[in-house]
Nanobody, 122 residues
Framework: QLQASGGGLVQAGGSLRLSCAASGRTFSLYTIGWFRQAPGKEREFVAAITWSSVYTRYADSAKGRFTISRDNAKNTVYLQMNSLKPEDTAVYYC?????????????????WGQGTQVTVSS
C-alpha cells in the first residue's frame, strides 16, 4: 500500500518535496515511479527509481528540476521538486512494481497511491 503526501500550493519558482510511504517488508525490491495528471490531460510519467537507487529516469519536463530518491530503511521515496512552474500543477501519484528495471509506463505499475495535489501559482 502506498501513501503519497507533501503536495500543496506554491508560487512559481518555489519547491516542494513529495513523499511516497509504503507498507510491506519487500518495499526495497520495488521500482517506484511518480506520475502526474493535470485536469483534462492524460497521466504522464515524471520520474522513477529502482530498488537500489542505481537507476533513475526522468521525464524531459522534470530533468534538472526534480530529483527522485529513496530511503529503503524508511520505506519511503521522495520527489524533490525545485523551480516549479504553473504547468507542473497536477495530482501526483506514486506507483510501485516489483522489478529490477526502471519503469516509465503507467500500465506496467501494479500498485498505486491515492495522489497528492500540487498547485503552482504564477
Amino acid at each position: 500500500q502506498l501513501q503519497a503526501s507533501g503536495g500543496g500550493l506554491v508560487q512559481a519558482g518555489g519547491s516542494l518535496r513529495l513523499s511516497c510511504a509504503a507498507s510491506g517488508r519487500t518495499f526495497s525490491l520495488y521500482t517506484i515511479g511518480w506520475f502526474r495528471q493535470a485536469p483534462g490531460k492524460e497521466r504522464e510519467f515524471v520520474a522513477a527509481i529502482t530498488w537500489s537507487s542505481v537507476y533513475t529516469r526522468y521525464a524531459d519536463s522534470a530533468k534538472g528540476r526534480f530529483t527522485i530518491s529513496r530511503d529503503n530503511a524508511k520505506n519511503t521515496v521522495y520527489l524533490q521538486m525545485n523551480s516549479l512552474k504553473p504547468e507542473d500543477t497536477a495530482v501526483y501519484y506514486c506507483a510501485a512494481r516489483m522489478t529490477l528495471a526502471v519503469v516509465t509506463t503507467s500500465d506496467e505499475y501494479s500498485n498505486w497511491g491515492q495522489g497528492t495535489q500540487v498547485t503552482v501559482s504564477s
